[in-house]
């Protein structure tokens, strides 16, 4: 019956919405508690490839529908922003829960970050197989406890990307973010006002404090200095990506190379309008 209710939610996942993207099952393991992966996008010619990796308490058997809705949303942000840019790019995301995350039994511990750093980097390094000599813009979003086994697939160097954005992180090994296999300039750190979780530093080093070196994604809510929309702040540990968030917002940008228009909170913000193209 848990394998049945699994199999009900990639089912789900996989339901192409009106005029939505394809979407295709990347990677399914059946195996309790479960692993799997669904594309949002042409995954096989994108020009800008995002990585969806959960933190706690998320399972393929109760959450791959919305963990592919937020997916989605990413999608969507990503090709309003191309059009607003006049760019032609194209955007692939990927919904990817491909490991066990902990529960309050395991929270505690490494191993499960262990485990997500080895099957991350095997999607990852998968996708550059798939696309040798023609390979994709990749980012990794990572939030919670996903975010520090991302970090350790990038200390490690067992993958590289092009960018990473952590919310929420409880910290992770690397000391500093030019330990990470990153391209430099391209680490963002997210941190909602009441999230517990935040600058702990219970895994290791606080990402987002000043010595770490990341930038900062601002996720305290403001007006698009682009669009003029009010976007809404990010309150504790599981707000970071709801529709209509600064949080998404930035998320979206990062995935598409415009980190320039990202906002931190800071005065700079009021700058980052489309005036930036000329």
Same mark, same amino acid.
């Given at each position: 019956?848990?394998? *049945?209710?699994?199999?009900?939610?990639?089912?789900?996942?996989? +339901?192409?919405?009106?005029?939505?993207?394809?979407?295709?099952?990347?990677?399914?393991?059946?195996?309790?508690?479960?692993?799997?992966? =669904?594309?949002?996008?042409?995954?096989?010619?994108?020009? /800008? =490839?995002?990585?969806?990796?959960?933190?706690?308490? *998320?399972?393929?058997? +109760?959450?791959?529908? +919305?963990?592919?809705?937020?997916?989605?949303?990413?999608?969507? $942000?990503?090709?309003?922003?191309?059009?607003?840019?006049?760019?032609?790019?194209?955007?692939?995301?990927?919904?990817?829960?491909? /490991?066990?995350?902990?529960?309050?039994?395991?929270?505690?511990?490494?191993? *499960?970050? $262990?485990?997500?750093?080895?099957?991350?980097?095997?999607? =990852?390094?998968?996708?550059?197989?798939?696309?040798?000599?023609?390979?994709?813009?990749?980012?990794?979003?990572?939030?919670? /406890?996903?975010?520090?086994?991302?970090?350790?697939?990038?200390?490690?160097?067992?993958?590289?990307?092009?960018?990473?954005?952590?919310?929420?992180?409880?910290?992770?090994?690397? $000391?500093?973010?030019?330990?990470?296999?990153?391209?430099?300039?391209?680490?963002? #750190?997210?941190?909602?006002?009441?999230?517990? =979780? #935040?600058?702990?530093?219970?895994?290791?080093?606080?990402?987002?404090?000043?010595?770490?070196?990341?930038?900062?994604?601002?996720?305290?809510?403001?007006?698009?200095?682009?669009?003029?929309?009010?976007?809404?702040?990010?309150?504790?540990?599981?707000?970071?990506? $709801?529709?209509?968030?600064?949080?998404?917002?930035?998320?979206?940008?990062?995935?598409?190379?415009?980190?320039?228009? #990202?906002?931190?909170?800071?005065?700079?913000?009021?700058?980052?309008?489309?005036?930036?193209?000329?």
């Amino acid at each position: 019956m848990a394998r *049945l209710k699994m199999l009900g939610q990639i089912e789900a996942s996989l +339901e192409e919405t009106p005029g939505g993207p394809d979407r295709r099952l990347l990677m399914l393991d059946t195996a309790m508690p479960g692993r799997a992966a =669904v594309s949002l996008g042409e995954l096989d010619s994108a020009d /800008y =490839v995002s990585v969806l990796v959960p933190g706690a308490l *998320l399972s393929v058997r +109760e959450h791959m529908r +919305e963990w592919t809705k937020v997916t989605a949303d990413i999608y969507d $942000e990503q090709n309003d922003w191309e059009r607003r840019f006049g760019d032609s790019s194209t955007v692939a995301t990927v919904s990817w829960i491909g /490991y066990q995350t902990p529960d309050v039994t395991n929270l505690l511990g490494m191993d *499960l970050a $262990e485990q997500g750093a080895s099957f991350l980097s095997g999607t =990852v390094n998968g996708l550059k197989t798939l696309r040798s000599g023609d390979e994709p813009y990749i980012s990794v979003f990572a939030h919670s /406890y996903g975010a520090t086994a991302t970090m350790l697939a990038l200390d490690r160097g067992d993958m590289s990307i092009d960018a990473l954005a952590m919310m929420g992180s409880p910290g992770g090994v690397a $000391e500093n973010v030019r330990e990470l296999a990153v391209k430099a300039g391209h680490v963002w #750190v997210g941190a909602a006002e009441w999230d517990p =979780v #935040v600058h702990t530093a219970f895994f290791g080093t606080d990402p987002g404090s000043p010595d770490f070196g990341a930038k900062t994604m601002s996720v305290a809510g403001s007006v698009d200095p682009v669009t003029g929309a009010v976007l809404t702040a990010s309150v504790g540990h599981d707000w970071y990506l $709801e529709p209509g968030t600064e949080s998404l917002r930035n998320l979206s940008l990062i995935g598409i190379d415009r980190g320039d228009y #990202v906002t931190d909170g800071s005065t700079d913000d009021l700058k980052k309008t489309l005036a930036l193209e000329h």
